[in-house]
């Protein structure tokens, strides 16, 4: 369909599904298991109230940002997603340019269909992105990943800890390929993580925290950032949704957010999801499958996504009162429904 008749992300979704064939759909929308956890992350957004505050001038609308001190048009980003490409054959390079354009942040996956250095070139000049990376089992490989990685002058890594070495099952992807081995290190430790930073000058970010106790870890580990996600729901099955992690942090380990900045994904398909987890204490929010199926139409297509997710984000700000982003804090959302962990 012609993005004219698209109006949301889930129009996107619905019309990814019809184009793509059913093998690389699936690998996009796959959960692990019973999809519990898929399923989760996009339900739970619809348990939580958000207050909207009248008698309050909203006409002056911020939505900047800065992540790890980086400039930002949005709160929003463009999370790490494996093969772009199967969606389209600019591949992460319209991922790239989309999120350029819009002055977003842009975090490609080390399992792209490009390389690192394509897609370093597809950004804008002076465009700001960070790059994911996973812990190989073949260290030489990371240490040969993280240079290539600021060679090309990425400015942060991501660094997936929730997938090491055991990957989640995922069923749903099966059924068209069995599920390949990874090559991760499945004895990746506390040691391994102390190891891990003294293998690049790049600010790390553990990505795939899904407890209090791992974020207080990061806390006292001195890392610059945590980024609260269960991987969309791909990886551990039953694991909590993200509004979960950061209201048990909040519970358990407030320093945490005082001490560092957090981010968040999973299942954040509306402006209001985003504006949930930010007013939880996300600094910043992730989109993992949207982008990938915006890309069937390429560049435009993410464009687009960016513009109407912009604009849910921008209007529900001000039906509630706020006017700059950065101010969002617990007193916008109303978490009664949510019985604590
Ligand atoms: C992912 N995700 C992911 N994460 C990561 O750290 N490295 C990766 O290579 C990938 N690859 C990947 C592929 C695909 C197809 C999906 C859908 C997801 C996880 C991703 O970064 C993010 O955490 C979730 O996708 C967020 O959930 P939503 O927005 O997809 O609901």
Redesign the pocket.
């Known amino acids: 369909p012609p993005l004219e008749d698209i109006w949301d992300l889930n129009d996107m979704q619905m019309a990814a599904k019809n184009v793509l064939s059913g093998k690389y759909y699936a ?2 929308r796959t959960g692990a298991l019973n999809e519990y956890t898929y399923n989760a ?1 996009l339900a739970i957004f619809s348990k939580i109230k958000l207050n909207g505050f009248g008698f309050r001038d909203v006409s002056n609308l911020q939505t900047a940002t800065t992540i790890l001190g980086h400039n930002f048009s949005q709160p929003f980003f463009i ?5 772009a490409g199967h969606a389209n054959k600019s591949a992460e390079a319209s991922l790239a340019s989309a999120a350029g354009k819009a002055g977003i942040l842009y975090v490609p ?3 792209s269909t490009l390389s690192i250095e394509k897609i370093a070139k597809a950004g804008l000049e002076g465009q700001v992105m960070f790059h ?1 990376e ?1 812990i190989w089992a073949n260290t030489s490989r990371v240490i040969d990943e993280l240079d290539r990685i600021k060679a090309a002058g990425f400015k942060a890594i ?1 660094l ?1 800890v929730d997938n090491t070495g055991i990957n989640g099952i995922r069923t749903r992807s099966m059924r068209y390929t069995a599920s390949e081995d990874t090559g991760h290190a499945a004895n990746f430790d506390l040691d391994s993580l102390a190891a891990f930073r003294n293998l690049t000058t790049l600010p790390i970010v553990p ?2 925290i899904k407890t209090w106790q791992d974020a207080l870890t990061c806390l006292h580990l001195g890392f610059p950032a945590i980024y609260v ?1 269960n ?4 990886v551990l099955d039953g694991a909590p949704t993200s509004v979960e992690v950061l209201m048990d942090i909040r519970k358990n380990a407030p320093e945490v957010f005082s001490g560092m900045e957090v981010y968040a ?4 398909r509306r402006g209001t999801d985003a504006l949930i987890l930010l007013a939880l204490g996300a600094r910043a929010v ?5 982008p ?1 199926f915006a890309n069937i139409w390429g560049e435009a297509g993410v464009s687009r996504l960016i513009e109407l997710f912009g604009q849910e984000m921008a209007t529900s700000m001000q039906l509630m009162g706020v006017s700059d982003v950065t101010q969002l804090n617990t007193s916008y959302v109303n978490t009664n429904q949510i019985v604590s962990l």
Do not use: C, E
């Open positions: 690998s996009y992350n999370a790490p997603a494996a093969d996956s080390i399992s994911q996973y991501f997936t990505k795939g996600s991987h969309g729901g791909r994904d999973g299942g954040v992730g989109l993992g499958r949207p990938m």
